[in-house]
């Protein structure tokens, strides 16, 4: 039930620490796996703007004609915007930011899902995974635990873009998922809690302090979401977001 044997499997954001991983174990799976970042690294990789519509669809043609049909797709890329303000606090946050923010995180996750999702419906069969987070519908960002930014500490916090673009990933999961139902394509979530990547070491012990597992996430703790989600053990599950949080939404 859980073999990815033969699987063509198409990643966003399959080069960054979180796409990397989730790549690597579904390859252990025996899918096959194709990756679109914004820079190309191997052979099944494909360099692809997901801020850019035309770009999408004409990706999403490439792939199949060269690898043949996805049959699930993995939207996980997520961009910080060009102009350095993504971790800009709401009083000051840019138009510039915000819209460079949700072309990618919410905009791209839509246009991507159209791009292959129609044709998984036309074949009557496939599965979509977008990688969502505790900070969209369940729960608001706990504020207190960020550091204050000073000439030794970076400015650090989860942005309101993201958080608002997340919630609009989780609500279009749902929507899809029901749209797509009678076709038999799933469209699912994965909400990861807080990835340990070198942030300070005071951050890291007071967000460890409101979990109940008592520490951060790494990627591997992720994966199994996905490879679940991606395999015929979730053939009967659609519309859901699953919390890999180390059980911090619980509470």
Request: aromatic share 8%.
């Amino acid at each position: 039930m859980f073999d990815l044997t033969g699987r063509h499997i198409l990643i966003t954001g399959g080069l960054g620490l979180l796409g990397a991983s989730i790549r690597e174990a579904l390859q252990a799976q025996g899918a096959d796996v194709t990756v679109l970042d914004l820079t190309s690294s191997g052979p099944r990789s494909i360099a692809c703007d997901l801020a850019s519509v035309d770009e999408i669809r004409d990706t999403a043609t490439t792939v199949e004609a060269r690898w043949g049909p996805v049959d699930v797709l993995i939207n996980n890329a997520a961009t910080r915007g060009s102009r350095g303000r993504y971790f800009d606090l709401p009083d000051d946050y840019e138009p510039e930011t915000w819209h460079e923010v949700m072309s990618v995180n919410l905009d791209g996750v839509f246009w991507m899902s159209q791009a292959i999702g129609t044709r998984m419906a036309t074949r009557g069969f496939g599965s979509i995974i977008n990688t969502a987070s505790i900070y969209s519908s369940e729960m608001g960002v706990d504020h207190r635990i960020y550091p204050i930014p000073d000439e030794s500490t970076p400015r650090m916090n989860s942005p309101v873009a993201y958080s608002a673009a997340k919630a609009g990933v989780v609500g279009l999961t749902k929507y899809l998922a029901a749209y797509w139902a009678p076709a038999n394509v799933r469209v699912n979530a994965v909400a990861p809690g807080g990835i340990e990547a070198g942030q300070p070491e005071s951050f890291r012990l007071a967000y460890a302090d409101r979990v109940p597992m008592a520490r951060m996430g790494r990627p591997s703790d992720v994966v199994g979401a996905y490879a679940f989600l991606a395999s015929d053990a979730a053939g009967y599950i659609t519309g859901q977001c699953i919390y890999v949080d180390g059980g911090l939404s619980s509470w």
